[in-house]
């Protein structure tokens, strides 16, 4: 059988199920503490497109539900968050070699995850806050004999900007943050593969929130560690053969 024909657009989407670790310090909020979240389905959609030969455009779509599980001491308004992450990526192919490929990749992401806060009544409020990413990373492909496309990936994360969901002010500014995912592709057709892949992201922002009333100050870290495993379908249209 022949070499793949050159890949101009594809359609991407998976279903899987995750787990956020969600940790919250402020050194002057009682509200300081750690949730883990077991939830689903956690979704990924990605839609890909061949620019010049061997640079792609890629736009994905990413959500998981959590729910953060109290104690009776602290009253939420809402127990209920939607993490979310929307990227647009350019992805390089600077070597091939063989059934071997190697990747740079570049661009901008936009993620929204939940924060806590206690007003001057010691109530507690979940709200969604957003902000802005840049990342580079790096992306290695492998065809095996048997026709299995196995993958690896990491990617560095720069966190900068920020919006409160309530009305606020919420900036941000880097620590360490990464992502990465390990998985393997089985092509069904010659232009449609299932894949199942593991995925880890871990996202540490320094954060500054302001109310917008005036009543709440806060300054403290976050960190966000989600872990998921998700299976999806792909689907590729060749080059010369999009309408």
Known sequence: KGPRPETQFWLEGGIG?????????????EESSQYTSLAGPAIFTEAGFLLSKNLNAELSYQQMPGR??????????????????LR???D???????????????GLEKYQVPFLYSDASSNGHLIDNTYLASL?????????????????????????????????????SPQLSLDGSLGVRKYLTDQLSAGLFWQVDSQ????????????????????????????????EWFVGHLL
């Open 136 to 172: 580079i990373g790096f992306k290695y492909q492998w065809t095996s004999n048997s026709g299995l496309l196995y993958e690896a990936l990491m990617r560095y994360h720069l966190p900068f900007g920020g919006e409160a969901g309530d009305g606020g002010q919420f900036h941000v």
């Open 204 to 235: 540490q922002i320094k954060y500054d929130y302001h109310s917008s009333d005036g009543t709440v100050d806060r300054t403290g870290t976050q960190t966000h560690l989600n872990s998921g495993v998700y299976l999806n379908i792909k689907y």
């Open 92 to 106: 390089w192919q600077f070597k091939n070699d063989k059934n071997r490929s190697w990747h740079l990749l570049f």
């Open 17 to 29: 199920l995750n787990s956020h670790r969600f940790k919250e310090d402020s050194p002057l909020a």
């Open 88 to 90: 647009g990526q350019f």
């Open 68 to 85: 953060i599980q109290t104690s009776n001491l602290i009253t939420l308004d809402k127990n209920t968050y939607l993490w979310q992450n």
